[in-house]
């Protein structure tokens, strides 16, 4: 099977690739709300008149799922694929809110202060669940719960091309090589997601908000992934067994790991928000 994935996002923050056999076209993830209609230009452009088909969601996450809605203007027969539990995500009032919000700051940090408002029209078309074996044209993958950065993460699996489209319950991948654990609502959750997909033979693995990696890349990703996961873990645990506050355990995850790349492509507001979510997290669940 001959597919080809490229790259549609409007800005590097965004997460959106097209993955495309000739055939059938799906967008993995959509990007902000802000750059919505730019994607599915990009998208237009790509397929040169053909249609998009589908829209596979990761989660929940405005920098994933916002986009979807402005795509859909564009693309109305593409059907929308997302987790069962990022359907009662958007039928909330307090979680769209919540992404407007975040998108919005995010669009003023890039010199956006006027677009269209599409929050409301967020919908998912096929609700899919763990181990689901879901036909999109001559490809047919397999439906991962992969929690631990959301309750609603889930993979999507091509096992003819050993293709995993990953989320960020696996970690965070960057330019320079680094992995950033994303521990939002489980850390058991993140370790067993890991080696979940360690034990799948995976070749290629096409990762939010980065693009493709395989073979020993995509070996040395799933390690380290691992091996962030736990160690960073164990020094917020460290940190607070010492007597030390919440917040010298947020300093040390945000000193470790917001520079560089994810400085460049992570939002402060959103990095700040998480961390101070995983540190009680951590507490939570391993103190």
């Given at each position: 099977m001959n597919i080809k994935i490229t790259d549609v996002r409007a800005l590097k923050g965004d997460s959106a690739f097209l993955i495309d056999d000739g055939k059938t076209a799906i967008l993995y993830d959509s990007g902000f709300g802000f750059t919505g209609f730019q994607v599915a230009?990009?998208?237009?452009?790509?397929?040169?008149?053909?249609?998009?088909?589908?829209?596979?969601?990761?989660?929940?996450?405005?920098?994933?799922?916002?986009?979807?809605?402005?795509?859909?203007?564009?693309?109305?027969?593409?059907k929308v694929?997302?987790?069962?539990?990022?359907?009662?995500?958007?039928?909330?009032?307090?979680?769209?809110?919540?992404?407007?919000d975040l998108d919005r700051k995010f669009a003023l940090k890039n010199g956006v202060s006027e677009y269209e408002d599409l929050a409301d029209n967020l919908t998912v078309h096929l609700s899919v669940k763990d181990n689901d074996k879901f036909k999109a044209?001559?490809?047919?993958f397999t439906?991962?719960?992969?929690?631990?950065?959301?309750?609603c993460s889930v993979g999507y699996y091509l096992e003819s091309e050993k293709l995993l489209l990953s989320t960020e319950s696996l970690g965070v991948y960057t330019e320079d090589g680094e992995v950033v654990p994303s521990y939002l609502v489980g850390y058991q959750m993140v370790i067993d997601s890991i080696k979940r997909v360690m034990s799948l033979g995976v070749e290629k693995i096409l990762i939010p908000h980065y693009g493709v990696i395989e073979k020993n890349?995509?070996?040395?990703?799933?390690?380290?992934?691992l091996k962030n996961a736990v160690d960073t873990a164990d020094e917020i645990v460290s940190?607070?067994?010492a007597g030390k506050s919440k917040e010298d355990a947020v300093k040390y995850f945000v000193d470790r790991y917001y520079k560089g790349k994810v400085k460049e492509i992570y939002p402060y507001d959103a990095m700040m928000l998480n961390t101070s979510i995983?540190?009680?997290?951590?507490?939570?669940?391993?103190?």
């Open positions: 230009e990009n998208i237009r452009r790509e397929l040169k008149g053909r249609s998009l088909d589908f829209i596979f969601l990761t989660h929940s996450h405005y920098d994933h799922a916002l986009g979807s809605a402005y795509v859909l203007n564009q693309f109305e027969n593409a694929v997302a987790g069962e539990y990022a359907v009662k995500i958007f039928e909330k009032e307090t979680a769209k809110a919540v992404m407007r044209g001559d490809m047919e439906v991962l719960n992969l929690t631990g950065h959301t309750k890349e995509a070996k040395e990703y799933l390690n380290k992934a940190i607070l067994k995983t540190v009680d997290l951590i507490k939570k669940e391993l103190l």
